[in-house]
């Protein structure tokens, strides 16, 4: 179960970039919208990358709060979705450019891994559906506030 998608990917950071970022090939033209969709549409290599680079941040994210929090909760994977989707740019990006320090998309991972080990140490509850059964790890007097619903940080 993936928290993002290819569609949600393109939506966040567009075709062009999207297609940029995977492609192989730096002579693959991928400067207009609709050439770029072609390329996210036939380019295997290129869907493989994408579909990698989602498995690699949602495994990162499943490393963190697995035991934690129910991750087959709707609301749960719905506050991932855009944890996922910036992991997954930052996994493209560091496959295509310098990832240092001094690069404002590293920061912007660093923030979303901090973020994770907050919510592993439970120093972060997130919302959770009112039907979702509570967690082993939870406390049976858990008042299971709402603390995060959104943590876009729109960087891309």
């Keep these: 179960m993936a928290y993002t998608t290819l569609a949600q990917l393109k939506n966040r950071i567009g075709s062009v970039v999207l297609a940029q970022l995977s492609v192989d090939n730096n002579a693959t033209d991928v400067s207009t919208t609709a050439l770029a969709d072609a390329v996210l549409i036939i380019d295997t290599v290129a869907i493989a990358n994408i579909d990698k680079a989602i498995a690699d941040a949602d495994a990162l994210i499943n ?11 709707s609301v749960i994977q719905a506050t991932f979705e855009p944890v ?17 320090e001094d690069n404002p998309k590293f920061y912007a991972y660093k ?9 592993a140490k439970r120093e972060i509850k997130l919302a959770t559906s ?21 943590t876009s940080t729109d960087m891309y």
């Excluded at 923030?111 to 919510?119: A, H, P």
């Excluded at 509570?134 to 619903?149: C, L, Q």
Aim: proline residues 7%; contains cysteine.
């Design 84 to 100: 996922s989707a910036e992991l997954a740019v930052y996994c493209l990006y560091a496959r295509r450019h310098n990832t240092g």
């Design 63 to 73: 490393q963190y709060v697995q035991a934690v929090v129910d991750i087959e909760d």
């Design 130 to 150: 009112p039907e979702a059964p509570i967690p082993v790890a939870y406390s049976s007097t858990s008042t299971r506030t709402p603390v995060v619903t959104d």
């Design 111 to 119: 923030e979303k891994v901090n973020w994770l080990r907050m919510v």
